[in-house]
DNA sequence: CTATAATTGAAAACGATTTTCATTATCAGA
DNA sequence: TCTGATAATGAAAATCGTTTTCAATTATAG
């Protein structure tokens, strides 16, 4: 169990590598999902950003968080309303579980999996190339706000 | 293990319980999908129930598969483009396995997860109210059509 | 310091889904 | 069987999230 904090400079240092331009855009958006405890939309992560950099284009939002995904940092979460929103990437086997209420993510390990991987794939004859286990629910607090 | 068939009369008897009307357009979407191996998209249920209700719209498509996860009969799968489709529902502890190439659906029990939801719930102070697995792969023959 | 090419933001385009609304069809009750 | 109330329909328009286009700006190698 562990909070999804994470270190923004890791990340700019992973864009530079990459050869991507370390820019004022850039380092405002990885910040804000680096620092944040719950998975973000674009639209938020738009208007926190506006903060700190007045100018800021949501189309930017867009393209950064696309290149954080392919670099791995940060992952899409499905959201029951069809929408994707933006969370710091599980490292191994980690899987997510989100607050219903409050938006909140935790990260659990789930590496009990691999039987039940390895089961399925005997018996269906599939080559199972990706898994997808998320949860949903509500934290200590909002179901005690709740009722 | 099980194929995704279903059979249509029982949908149709559950909308008419539920006080919905029983039309053309939703005797053929229902069919549709109760017969289908694999999820479809609401243009793909659009598509083939043009076939047989030439008259079809899209927008009863969409109202129509609306109705049928509300009652439980279908499901929504999330895919990796962003876009949703519709399958048969899971009963029980069923999941799903999704072929990438063909699109094929295979349902797999899953209820090996019982025990890490506890385990998860208990060391998060969540009330876990939903879990979400889905897997993605190729079936036997993808495979083998693929190398 | 400069030149080049990546990056940006605004506007327009886009595709999936939803809403609006006038017409049609189902079905309960006479 | 007929009929009226109203649920359901399809077309068009609206909406929403996301992507593309493009000219202006900015980071970075040299």
Redesign the interface.
Known sequence: ?STPFSSSKDWLSRLANHGYRLTEPRRVIVEIIAASDRALNPLEVFDLGRDACPGLGLVTVYRTLEKLEDLGLVQRV?QAD?C?AYLRAANGHEHI?L??QCGQA?F?A?D??T???ER??R??????????????????RC?DSVR
């Open positions: 169990m499905h069809g994707h579980l607050c219903n935790v659990f789930g009990d999996l039987s039940l991987l399925v794939a018996q269906s004859g599939f080559e199972i190339q990706e898994h997808w286990l998320q949860l949903h629910g509500l934290c200590a179901r």
